[in-house]
């Protein structure tokens, strides 16, 4: 399990500082790394479009 972002990132950047284990990697659209990823949903409560999900 680990949060995935879809299509609909806009590229906004807001996600990746939230991140507390730096799984969040620029990209068109923004990318996470199933490795790192904790899954601790902070990055899907600063999405203004609603891209990130848990897969
Ligand atoms: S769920 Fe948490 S660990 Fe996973 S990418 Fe989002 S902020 Fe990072
Ligand atoms: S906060 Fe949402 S729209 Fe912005 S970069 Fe992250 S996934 Fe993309």
Redesign the pocket.
């Known amino acids: 399990m ?2 995935e972002i879809s299509d609909a990132c806009v590229g906004c950047g807001s ?1 990746k500082p ?7 990697s620029e990209g068109n659209p923004y990318v ?2 199933p490795d ?9 409560a600063v999405c203004p479009v609603d891209a ?1 999900s ?1 897969k």
Do not use: L
């Open positions: 680990a949060h996600c939230e991140c507390p284990v730096e799984a969040i996470i790394d790192k990823c904790t899954d601790c949903g902070a990055c899907i990130i848990q």
